[in-house]
């Protein structure tokens, strides 16, 4: 197997992994509270921030808690997507070639992306601006395990598809 080929497949089962699985199994998708682990906030404790904002707060921060659950609930659309993706190209696109670079440059741009968004956030890169102040060094701190996640999934996306673009489409083998 080509190291482009093994490279490729590799990608492609990492993604399925983490978005299909590791995503999906908080179950954000059908209530974002439930999404919220990661940083340390359980479920009950979500439920009770939005019960208190419902009660108590205004009208912007009602809206903007709106805002975050619909995102968070559109993020876990997006990783459905993106590991169906992998998952069609692990079982019928011919890993480490021009059929699946484009696949493989949509995961590194989206990677790249969050990695450097999530770094600000974070507070590692002095020399942007700052994120927002809604971000805490204790909350950015939080943010670290994920940068490790994204970031060795950024360089695997790279490399899949550095290594894949300009091979053409190879036949498959049996064994494929």
């Known amino acids: 197997m080509s190291l482009a080929r093994s490279i490729s ?9 983490v978005h299909l699985g590791l995503v999906q199994s908080a179950g954000g998708l ?27 707060g205004g009208q912007a921060e009602k809206d903007m808690l709106a805002l975050a659950f619909a995102a968070m609930r559109g993020e876990c659309c997006q990783f459905i997507g993106m590991g169906a993706g992998s998952v069609y190209a692990l079982l019928f ?11 493989h440059f949509m995961h590194s741009v989206w990677a790249c992306i969050v990695q450097v968004v999530n770094s600000q956030n974070a507070g590692l890169l002095p020399f942007l601006p700052a994120a927002a102040d809604e971000y805490d060094p204790v909350s950015g701190a939080k943010l670290k395990p994920f940068l490790l996640l994204v970031g060795c999934q ?3 996306y790279v490399a899949a598809f550095l290594l894949s673009r300009g091979n053409g ?4 083998s049996k064994d494929a």
């Open 9 to 17: 497949t590799l990608a492609f089962v990492v993604s399925a992994v």
């Open 30 to 56: 059908l209530d974002s509270c439930n999404a919220f682990g990661f940083v340390g906030v359980s479920a009950e404790e979500c439920h009770a921030i939005t019960t208190s904002v419902q009660r108590t």
């Open 93 to 103: 696109l011919s890993k480490g070639t021009d059929e699946v670079a484009v696949i």
């Open 154 to 156: 950024a360089v695997l």
């Open 169 to 172: 489409r190879v036949a498959k």
